[in-house]
């Protein structure tokens, strides 16, 4: 696999040496090459002139840099390059004969027209993994159609589904989950793909759209009765659709618990001080049964649960062995005493932005941890880097500017590379 330049720190991680050409933007890409980026490939943002949009979401100051751009962006290389530009393209070229992965989430025709088809890539690169991000399998109807979260969403019923279990009015979950588990979904058809070139010795190319994926995703709670053909009940399962089903009040605040299991069930009636109703209601002696009842016995915990304080549930339950967990506004999950215990987050010193919170590579490896940190980068902050690993002088890179090829908001008197966590937080 691709090896990084000598000049930089070497990249840790169980995908260092992979270079991943990333020209996705806003949010589903870049969410499934910072997963990547993390565990230590070397991703080269491409970025228009004028950069990805989610820079200049919130709060961003003068360099463009806000919030949802910072969360999604560590760990990578920025490169500016206009791509309706001739050299624009021969430099995104030189990249991909060198590189692992090519990333991108325009729809497929988009790439036609700048004449980057897996078709033309492969033809330089047999080696190269190509895989789109985009909303619909290519083969059918909705082919050319864009998409976005909201889109997704109603596309697979999630309106709908909100709808049956709060007040019978459709509305989205906020946040961006088809972006973010599409994301996810990606980044393990990524390394799947490049598995299978290291047992084949070629690429290939690979589709992640969107619906396709978050279809099962949805229906694999909610097909239910509908698995079956003939269907042998209705769609959607009770457990998860009762309107009840939700954090209950208890004398003081909220509380969530899950009274799932049989022994869940005989802890909290033993709590109750009302053993015997597990033998006695055929609502509560079954899976099945509890499952029909959801509602019905949702309301009975929620009558029961207000009788004390939250502490005193979470007391009790986690006691009993049964789950038990306050609920979080965003204000306490940042202080949350687990995540303290583990040092979840932390603050970087960025260059040109200040102080801000990152979070942890959530995995933990104990072969190839990976240790490498990069700051989100100022838009082209390695323009100039990139092009010079490609073998353009000092006077090619200004020419290319000059002419609006590339460019890069970095002030000429910052230099920032990359550190390893634990050093100090002053850029080396």
């Not at 229906?219 to 009840?244: A, C, N, T, V, W």
Request: with cysteine.
């Amino acid at each position: 696999m691709t090896t990084t330049d000598n000049s930089q720190p070497a990249a840790t991680g169980p995908m260092a040496g992979v270079r991943i050409v990333d020209i996705t933007a806003v949010l589903m890409g870049p969410s499934a090459t910072q997963l990547l980026a993390d565990l230590g490939a070397d991703v080269v943002k491409i970025e228009p002139p004028t950069g990805d949009a989610t820079r200049k979401i919130g709060p961003m100051g003068d360099e463009k840099m806000g919030p949802i751009y910072l969360g999604l962006n560590r760990n990578k290389r920025s490169l500016v390059l206009d791509l309706k530009k001739t050299e624009g393209l021969e430099i995104l070229i030189k990249l991909v004969a060198k590189a692992d992965v090519l990333t991108y989430n325009v729809r497929p025709a988009a790439m036609a027209r700048l004449g980057l088809t897996y078709e033309a890539l492969s033809a330089i690169n047999p080696r190269l993994v190509y895989v789109g991000m985009f909303g619909f399998s290519q083969r059918g109807r909705y082919a050319p159609s864009p998409a976005f979260d909201d889109l997704i969403q109603a596309a697979t019923a999630i309106p709908s589904a909100m709808a049956a279990s709060v007040d019978g009015s459709p509305r989205f979950l906020p946040l961006n989950l088809m972006d973010r588990s599409v994301g996810l979904y990606a980044f393990g058809v990524i390394a799947s793909a490049l598995y299978s070139r290291e047992r084949t010795g070629r690429g290939q190319r690979v589709d992640v759209p969107m619906f396709e994926t978050m279809v099962p995703y949805v229906l694999g709670d909610h097909l239910y009765g509908h698995k079956f053909s003939p269907p042998q009940g209705e769609f959607g399962y009770p457990r998860i659709l009762s309107p009840l089903r939700r954090p209950f009040r208890t004398k003081d605040a909220y509380v969530c618990c899950v009274i799932y299991q049989d022994h869940h069930w005989k802890a909290f009636l033993d709590i109750l001080g009302m053993p015997e109703m597990y033998e006695k209601d055929p609502r509560i002696k079954t899976i099945t049964t509890r499952t029909m009842h959801a509602d019905e016995l949702n309301a009975f915990v929620e009558k029961h649960l207000a009788e004390k304080t939250t502490a005193e549930w979470r007391e009790l339950l986690k006691n009993a062995d049964v789950p038990v967990f306050p609920v979080h506004t965003f204000e306490s999950l940042m202080e949350d005493g687990h995540l303290e215990d583990i040092g979840f987050f932390r603050e970087e010193d960025v260059p040109t932005i200040g102080k801000m919170v990152e979070t942890a590579v959530p995995s933990e490896w104990h072969g190839t941890p990976p240790t490498q940190y990069r700051p989100p980068p100022v838009l082209g902050q390695h323009s100039a880097e990139v092009l010079k690993e490609l073998g353009y002088s000092d006077a090619d890179v200004a020419r290319l500017m000059a002419a609006g090829v590339t460019g890069s908001r970095m002030p000429a008197s910052v230099d920032v590379h990359a550190k390893e966590e634990g050093e100090d937080d002053e850029p080396v």
